[in-house]
């Protein structure tokens, strides 16, 4: 009989841990964006801004750091502009293409 492991057992999971570079970071946050979710993009900008150092996001975005915090938690709803900052901050940016999934 094999043994069962108990979710509670096991680590937990931090992708902060795995966004070394701007392709793995890239890479991350379009496979968020796709979910359609506001809420989980704000949280995946956190989680690479972790990865990266809040206190040097703040620098380089121009924010508090505090403020960034605030605006990079569950449930905010930060001003556009304070997102762009902040993916700028983080050597990214938004690009627009054709949604292919949508019936013409």
């Known amino acids: 009989m094999s043994k069962k492991t108990r979710v509670s057992d096991l680590p937990d999971f931090?992708?902060?841990?795995?966004?070394?570079?701007?392709e793995d970071i890239a890479g991350y946050l379009s496979a968020v964006l796709e979910e359609n979710d506001p809420d989980a993009v704000i949280e995946a900008l956190g989680t690479i801004a972790r990865a990266h150092g809040m206190t040097e996001i703040a620098r380089e975005s121009g924010l508090a750091r505090e403020a960034l915090y605030r605006a990079l938690r569950g449930g905010a709803a930060p001003r556009f502009d304070t997102v762009m900052r902040v993916m700028r901050a983080l050597g990214v940016h938004l690009v627009a293409e054709p949604d292919?999934?949508?019936?013409s």
């Open 14 to 22: 931090d992708p902060a841990e795995y966004l070394r570079d701007p």
């Open 100 to 103: 292919t999934r949508q019936a």
